[in-house]
């Protein structure tokens, strides 16, 4: 069984930038890759970016340019450097954990606020 938790969310000002964390724990052997997605209140559930065990990175097209995935494979941990941050970009934002056979597993979340 797999946990995640997330952490670093918080408000910030347009332009300004915030880090994203989460840290995987439990049985995790068998990843095939991490990602966040995001969830502003009333729209739906929107891709943010993706990474896969290989490094290769996927973003979303409002967030490529601006954030940036990683992932620290020693520390079982995935960050979103969050960068130019415009008030659309708040949300509460879950990571998550892909392994093989089509299992995933979600974070509770954290809040995003940019304020103009």
């Known amino acids: 069984q797999v946990q995640l938790v997330e952490s670093g969310g918080g408000l910030a000002q347009a332009g300004g930038s915030l880090r994203l964390s989460c840290a995987a724990s439990?049985?995790?052997?068998?990843?095939?890759?991490m990602g966040w997605y995001r969830q502003a209140t009333g729209k739906q559930r929107e891709l943010v970016a993706i990474i896969t065990t290989g490094g290769a990175t996927t973003y979303g097209d409002s967030v490529r340019g601006r954030f940036t995935i990683s992932r620290d494979s020693a520390e079982n941990t995935m960050y979103l450097q969050m960068n130019s941050l415009l008030p659309e970009d708040t949300a509460v934002y879950f990571c998550?954990?892909?392994?093989?056979?089509?299992?995933?597993?979600w974070g509770q979340g954290t809040q995003v606020t940019v304020s103009s």
């Open positions: 998550y954990l892909d392994k093989v056979l089509g299992s995933r597993t």
């Open positions: 439990g049985t995790i052997s068998g990843m095939i890759g």
